[in-house]
């Protein structure tokens, strides 16, 4: 069975679909982004898959953030199997770990942002050695005491992730990843770890637009958003062969809009096309909101961390990346530059947005983000 249906087989509504598409292409049309891919899936299938600008449907986009998701994921299998616990401190499984007082970190607190070490440096290339990757994890400090608080750890958190898989599976990751999670469920448009034939079909990171100025946030009554790794240089990284190979856990995957969100499809239904790869309890249990009351130090809006995703939740939804007509329930994680990827088990749709141009006005991307997922949501009959 084709993994394509048309609208009306998945019981999307065709008006609210021409609205999200013409809605996509807004920025293309206005020249501020150079190309964009949005698909919609729903019952284990996509309904709908267009490409703007540059891109055609088998084009590939870097995701950013949105890795954190297949990253997670992958670690759910692991605790599936019972080789890995949530309250396991990280230096019982990386000894090299404990130092400078992450002794205490827990493997579940790396998955929540709230292990305490959100700047700790780490370059792309240093994973491909393994004396530096342990060199680099004993130089880490703590800026905050884990668990006490959270703040959003952009790489950090996610290379100890990926470690903690390769320990406990024997593989190396981006293999767990693979063999375990992409190849199973047949999404041969989604990488984590660019294969070099692959490279010309991966769009280039580009910047757009103007950024806001110090001025503007104030004019707007907000907060001039905090200095972080994810800097314009650290982006365009991304367009260096060697660094997409790498698959950076916590932001380097790469995928059509097609592929991620049938990924997503699977974290709804536990498969595609009859093949199982989590059970529903492991899925149940990892959308699971483990961090209580704690909120982001921008907004103060409570941060809804699951095991690697973020949680809809409350009105404010739309301050974690989700559209307003989502329900509570939907869950997913977005990434640098406007990537959406979530999927809303009330309606069973999920969405991909992906795009090659960052625009360094991030309210106006952030809007954007919130406009398209508000429409995507209310597309099923």
Excluded at 162 to 178: H, L, Q, W
């Amino acid at each position: 069975m084709s993994r394509f249906a048309s609208v009306e087989e998945l019981q999307l509504n065709p008006e609210k679909v021409a609205a999200l598409l013409s809605r996509v292409q807004r920025e293309v049309d206005e020249g501020l982004l150079p190309a964009v891919q949005v698909a919609i899936g729903r019952h284990g299938r996509i309904g709908v898959c267009e490409s703007f600008g540059s891109a055609d449907n088998q084009s590939l986009i870097c995701m950013f953030s949105a890795t954190k998701g297949i990253t997670a994921a992958a670690a759910w299998l692991l605790f599936e199997e019972g080789k890995l616990s949530e309250d396991e401190r990280v230096v019982d499984i990386i000894p090299e770990f404990g130092s400078h007082g992450k002794e205490e970190v827990t493997v579940q607190q790396l998955f929540t942002h709230t292990a305490g070490f959100p700047h700790a440096p780490f370059a792309p290339l240093q994973w491909l050695s393994k004396a530096e990757t342990m060199e680099r994890f004993q130089q880490w400090r703590l800026s905050f005491t884990p668990g006490s608080k959270f703040e959003y750890h952009p790489t950090s958190s996610m290379w100890v992730i990926a470690e903690i898989i390769e320990r406990r599976s024997g593989m190396a990751y981006t293999d767990f990843v693979r063999q375990r999670v992409l190849q199973p469920l047949a999404l041969e448009n989604l990488f984590v770890g660019l294969p070099a034939q692959e490279n010309s079909r991966a769009l280039p990171v580009e910047h757009s637009g103007e950024p806001l100025t110090e001025a503007d946030y104030k004019n707007m009554g907000m907060p001039v958003p905090p200095e972080t790794e994810v800097t314009e240089t650290a982006l365009l990284n991304f367009n260096n062969p060697e660094v997409r190979a790498v698959g950076v856990p916590g932001g380097g995957g790469f995928a059509n809009a097609a592929d991620l969100a049938l990924f997503y499809q699977a974290l709804l239904h536990g498969g595609l096309d009859g093949v199982e790869v989590w059970q529903a309890q492991t899925l149940a249990d990892a959308r699971r909101i483990r961090s209580g009351d704690l909120r982001d130090l921008m907004f103060k809006k409570p941060a809804n961390r699951a095991l690697g995703m973020i949680v809809s939740g409350d009105d404010s939804r739309n301050f974690r990346g989700f559209g307003k007509t989502n329900s509570p329930e939907a869950f997913g994680h977005n990434g640098a530059g406007g990537q959406l990827a979530w999927v809303d088990p009330a309606t069973g749709i999920s969405l991909a947005y992906l795009t090659s141009g960052h625009d360094r006005n991030n309210i106006r991307q952030g809007r954007r983000g919130v406009a398209i997922s508000s429409i995507a949501a209310e597309c099923a009959l």
